[in-house]
């Protein structure tokens, strides 16, 4: 067998598959190559979701005939001045993107450099070369794709629709449009224009907010916390939406790193465990995210679609990101995102029927749900406010009336609640159906799930307790014994210590029974035995893997079940005036453990248009 050097055509090809995937990575890599051009304004045109036609026109530097006969030639490039691959500062450098896209389809460019008064055009069909004729065009270039892939059958075989490619196209384009607010960006997709967006005036992070906001939508610019953080000369900006505004996937999370969109491993990895604490394991939350670093501090020579990054530091990149968003979210205290009461007032409109966690129909494409909430359980989750109104107005007989709050009873005047201003959550005003307490802001009314809140407020003191001294324990007069069973009791004891840490102190009493001596001072009274029981099924659960520490949130959650404040149990005044407090005063108690929000504020405005009075 005679070892031959492949004709050029097949190793474009080659590299083609590597960095031409579908329509859309071609997109990427010419607008990449209009932006190191210095382009203002990128125009993109496809037909048939870029199969038959991809056509990019920019008002970049422009190309001489020579430059233009060099650009399609395999490793051609004029962006590695210093040959140096540790110290890139454009998108592009390879020098693959023009000869594996010509490889594979037939492709056109039309060039006019600056100052000089005609274009040429240049065509290269399923790789062979024409020659550069004199054409028509104003400065700078467009580059005209046609029938991609049509050398290559195997891979046309897998584009999918026509729709799925469109919108990997304008995927492409907004990442890239996010990174560089101040050029103008278009898409035409033969029928409408799928995508306009004009330059941004200004400085960069005014630029990038108003550009971020034209993407990400108005939900997005109300319920995101500004992120800006430093560390080993490595920079991160951008905005981190609140937990309680979250998806069901990551396609809202937007990654840069030196200006350049990444969908790196690393980077999404830390992402998920600043939010960790904040979100289902199957919610996540919306973000843009720049990472800023000298380029000597990051490898992007990782694979040829460039999207992969490697840091020279990752321990040090991870720990900025994870402190940065944490930062940034206890900086939220108790907000929660105002996706909520908009979501609250779409179900009061709408039928009872309704699922009320889903309200997919919202501009934006909001689509903003949260998984059913236990503590709603056995209550029906489809209930609007008009219909607790009617409960209201005609109480079943042999049911209590809704227990309102002392402060406006007789015995205790008004005066005493605390004053509307000042206080964001207002003065609890009553609590209803022994789960929900209802308080008056100086413009609004704000409705708690007591239960939630009560949880996430337990599980921030007992963070916090943790790290400061350990977690203050209350004695039992008498040791409570639960009776367990052989294994759940072993589990326990083993867990002793770690139990101990986190304020539950217990013993191994006789076979398949504990001894309970103190209980964690912060849950109050509870229910011993409940608690114990469903910690032992907690820990059969989670195995042995884990320190009782990394699973804090569900072992908190479990303890707060069984703390004094739950769904079910009324509550004077003082402490529903107190519990209001002390959301104001918790980091992160916006949202109960699952990123579900512990209240939901309605203005008087929005309540008035309800009631067709605006
Ligand atoms: P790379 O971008 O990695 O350098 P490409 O194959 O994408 O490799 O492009 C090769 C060269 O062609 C670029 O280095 C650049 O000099 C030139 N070029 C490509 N597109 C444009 C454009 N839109 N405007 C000006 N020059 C371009
Ligand atoms: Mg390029």
Redesign the pocket.
Known sequence: MAIRRLPETVVNRIAAGEVVERPASAVK??V???L??G?ARVDVAIREGGRSLIS?T?D????TPD?LE???ERH?????PEEDLFNIA???????????IASVSRMT?T?RPAGQDSAWSLSIEGGTVGKPAPASGGT??R?EVRDLFYATPARLKFLRSERAETSAVIDVLNRLAMAHPSVSFSLHDGNRERLRLRGEQGDLLDARLARLGAIMGRDFMENALPVSAERDGAQLSGFAGLPTLNRGTAAMQFLFVNGRPVKDKQLIGAVRAAYADFLARDRHPLLALFLDLPPKSVDVNVHPAKAEVRFRDPGSIRGLVVGALKHALAEAGHRASTTVSMAALGAARTEPSAAQYSFAGRPHGGGVSYPPASAYSGRAPGRGLAEAGYAFQAPVAGVAAPDFAPAARADRPEEQAPPLTGNPLGAARAQLHETYVVAQTSDGIVIVDQHAAHERLVYERMKQALSASGVARQGLLIPEIVELGDEDAARLTARAAELAELGLVLEAFGPGAVAVRETPALLGEIDVQGLVRDLADELADLGDAFTLKEKLEEVCGTMACHGSVRSGRRLTADEMNALLRQMEATPHSGQCNHGRPTYVELKLADIERLFGRR
């Open positions: 890599e010419l990449e190559n209009s190191d051009a382009a990019i920019d970049g530097c422009g190309m430059e060099i650009a399609i051609a490039t004029s962006k590695l454009t998108l592009g450098f390879r020098g693959e993107a023009l000869p594996s460019l060039s700078g270039t580059i």
